[in-house]
Structures are given as C-alpha cells and as structure tokens.
C-alpha cells in the first residue's frame, strides 16, 4: 500500500503519543518530538516504488529513533500490559457471547477483528473495553461473503500461520484461535462447517495445526512473546517469533527467520492481523490465494483501497 498524506498526521500522532507514555516533562516531550520532526523524510511523494517507505516502514523508523533518543527499547511496556488486562477482564463475556452464538466462528472472527482497535494509532485510550463494548465490535458491518471464504479456506487447511499485531487485540485473537483450533470449550464436532449434521461454527476435518506469529522486538504496543504468555496464548497454539532483527510493526516476509518463512512457505492459510501487516503483505505474491486479512477499517486510504466503509470490519481473502 503506498503512502497516502493522510499518513503523515498518522506517524507525527503515533510519536507524539509515545512520548507522552513515557515521558512525564513537558519540555522534554517537547525536545523530543522536535528530534523526531527533524529526522524524519515526511514525503509523501517518494512512494516505496521510488525508494521511499510505505507507512508502517515509516512508523517502524520513528519508534528506532524514539529508542535510540530515550535509550529504552519498550517504551510502551506498561501501556502494553495495561491494554492486555483491559482485554482480558473481557475475555470470560467474550467467550460466553461466542458459545452461545450459532456461528461460534463468525461470532470470533469479528471479534478478532474488532479488536483492532486497541491500536496507538488512534490513541492508547480510544475504544477501550466498557459493558456495551462485545456488542459494539460485534455489531459493525462486515462482508458475509469475505467470512464465508474465509471459512471455506479453514475447512480445508491442516497448516495455519497467525500473524498477530497489537497488545489487548491478541487476547481477541486467542478466542479466534480457540476456536480454529478446538480448545477448551470448542473442542466438540470437528465435521464439515455447515452442513444439518454439523454446525456452521466447525472449521472442517480434524483440527489444523496453527503457529501464531508475533514480534522479535518490541515496537509501539504490538504484541511480542511476553505479552502473549501474558494473556495465554502459548495454551491455545504454537506461539513464536517472527525473527526479524529490526524493530518495525509489520511483517516484513523477506526479513522473517529460516522458521517462519518455512512455516508460510507450507501453510494453506495464511491469517494476517492489522493494518500494517496488510500494508507489507498484500503484495507478496507467495501468498496469493491463502491469505485472509482481518483488520478495522480505521484508516480511510486503507478503506478506499478495500473498498468497506470507515469502522467496519475487514475480511479480506487475497
């Protein structure tokens, strides 16, 4: 996805917002964010076709600057921790809302979703969990037909690698997991989705096996493999690094370790979380025909590019 002006506002919010989690005097946000500004190339001419950066590239090379200023590598640890239990003091309701659903699985996918909008992006505060949240996420447009794909992709796959992305979203992402995978709760039928004798909220034969992906270095609040034993995930699926020796919130595949890149290279489906994920793997042309997008429509350019509407919910098969 190539850099829209509306970008630029997005990155300066991100690195104003960062520093104001971490730091409490005025005058030094004030010195930092002037080092920031100063540093960075804000065209948004210089497309990534041209040798400029798409905008989570642009994101990432804040946060290296921000780390390099301040000399602490998790500037957003305890905002990561906070979103995390945020989250997860909704994950009981959210798992009762999903079982007592009669498509479990559509139920967790726009959750999963939804739970996108734990981003920094557009503020560590914005749409927080409250009593009317499940409801909320749960009630925003989505493409049935996308989700319909989307299950049609699962039933048939053995292999699925879960690229996940923002802290309190990957406590949403354990409830989509539990339920590809069967665990706990989920783990009745097993039979073709659909169909009388089975329930549309089944993924197909036997369980895939699933190896979610999160981040080597912390960068903004995404999710790295201390938060996701925060919230349990390593109890769900296969959770492992993404090996990428630089901080950025996406996932570059071509920077990826021998392991995933392997994983990927063998995996029926592919599931990427986010919208920067989506920036840096829609092109990838390796993916092409097994990956699904799940990500809130946050972000006009983003929006216009997949063609939904400003806070609905993305499945995107690609």
């Given at each position: 996805?190539?850099?829209?002006?509306?970008?630029?506002?997005c990155?300066l919010?991100?690195?104003?917002?960062?520093?104001?989690?971490?730091?409490?005097?005025?005058?030094?946000v004030?010195?930092?964010?002037?080092?920031?500004?100063?540093?960075?190339?804000?065209?948004v001419?210089r497309?990534?076709?041209?040798?400029?950066?798409r905008?989570?590239?642009?994101?990432?090379?804040v946060?290296?600057?921000?780390?390099a200023?301040?000399?602490?590598?998790?500037l957003?640890?305890e905002?990561?921790a906070?979103q995390?239990?945020?989250?997860?003091s909704?994950?009981?309701?959210?798992?009762?809302?999903?079982?007592?659903?009669?498509?479990?699985?559509?139920?967790a996918?726009?959750?999963a979703?939804?739970?996108?909008?734990?981003?920094?992006?557009?503020?560590?505060d914005a749409?927080?969990?409250?009593?009317?949240?499940?409801?909320?996420?749960?009630?925003?447009?989505v493409?049935?037909?996308?989700?319909?794909?989307?299950?049609?992709r699962?039933?048939?796959?053995?292999?699925?690698?879960?690229f996940?992305?923002n802290?309190?979203?990957i406590?949403?992402?354990?409830?989509?997991?539990?339920?590809?995978?069967?665990?706990?709760?989920?783990?009745?039928?097993?039979?073709?989705?659909?169909?009388?004798n089975?329930p549309?909220?089944?993924?197909?034969?036997?369980?895939?096996?699933?190896?979610?992906?999160?981040?080597?270095?912390?960068?903004?609040?995404?999710?790295?493999?201390?938060?996701?034993?925060q919230?349990g995930?390593?109890?769900?699926?296969?959770?492992?690094?993404?090996?990428?020796?630089?901080?950025?919130?996406?996932?570059?595949?071509?920077?990826?370790?021998?392991?995933?890149?392997v994983?990927?290279?063998?995996?029926?489906?592919?599931?990427?979380?986010?919208?920067?994920?989506?920036?840096?793997?829609?092109?990838?042309?390796?993916?092409?025909?097994?990956?699904?997008?799940?990500?809130?429509?946050k972000?006009?350019p983003?929006?216009?590019t997949?063609?939904?509407?400003?806070?609905?919910?993305?499945v995107?098969?690609?």
């Open positions: 996805m190539r850099v829209w002006p509306e970008c630029v506002p990155v919010r991100m690195s104003l917002e960062t520093i104001r989690a971490a730091v409490s005097d005025e005058d030094e004030a010195r930092l964010f002037d080092k920031v500004l100063a540093g960075q190339d804000l065209s001419v497309s990534a076709g041209d040798g400029g950066l905008p989570a590239e642009r994101v990432g090379e946060w290296r600057e921000l780390v200023l301040t000399g602490d590598d998790d957003l640890a905002a990561k906070h995390n239990d945020l989250a997860l909704l994950l009981p309701a959210a798992r009762e809302f999903v079982l007592a659903s009669p498509d479990p699985l559509y139920a996918v726009k959750l979703a939804a739970g996108n909008v734990f981003d920094i992006m557009i503020g560590l749409g927080g969990p409250s009593s009317e949240l499940l409801e909320r996420m749960s009630s925003r447009w493409d049935d037909a996308q989700v319909e794909v989307f299950r049609e699962l039933a048939k796959a053995r292999t699925v690698v879960y996940t992305d802290c309190g979203e406590v949403f992402d354990r409830l989509l997991l539990e339920v590809m995978s069967g665990y706990g709760e989920f783990g009745g039928d097993d039979g073709v989705a659909g169909d009388d089975h549309p909220g089944a993924v197909g034969h036997g369980r895939p096996e699933i190896t979610a992906v999160v981040r080597s270095l912390p960068v903004i609040n995404d999710a790295t493999l201390t938060e996701a034993r919230i995930l390593p109890e769900v699926v296969r959770v492992i690094e993404n090996g990428i020796s630089f901080a950025v919130p996406a996932t570059v595949l071509s920077e990826v370790s021998a392991e995933v890149a994983l990927v290279r063998d995996a029926d489906l592919v599931v990427s979380k986010g919208g920067a994920n989506f920036e840096l793997l829609e092109e990838e042309e390796a993916l092409r025909g097994k990956v699904t997008f799940l990500l809130l429509g972000c006009g983003l929006c216009d997949l063609g939904v509407p400003r806070d609905g919910l993305v995107h098969n690609a």
